[in-house]
């Protein structure tokens, strides 16, 4: 009985093995991402200041069709 469960194991192993990975590589792209888009917009932020302009609006204020017409 206990080679039974040695084999179960090691059958099993590779695939959480295979997944631990995807999850650690997904989560590394997902948390580069996240901070790349943070510095893009404190630099550009920074640009903006330099350059006298106004600080851009937020990302929910500037979506694609967020904007209403007073017709």
Do not use: H, N, Q
């Not at 039974?4 to 093995?17: D, G, H, K, N, R």
């Not at 996240?34 to 609006?57: D, F, N, S």
């Amino acid at each position: 009985m206990d080679s039974y469960w040695a084999a179960a194991v090691w059958s099993i192993l590779p695939t959480v093995v295979i997944c631990v990975i995807f999850w650690f590589v997904l989560r590394s792209i997902l948390r580069f991402d996240r901070t790349e888009r943070r510095v893009y917009a404190r630099i550009e932020a920074e640009e903006r200041a330099k350059r006298g302009l106004p600080p851009l609006a937020d990302a929910a204020d500037a979506a694609p069709g967020a904007a209403t017409s007073a017709d």
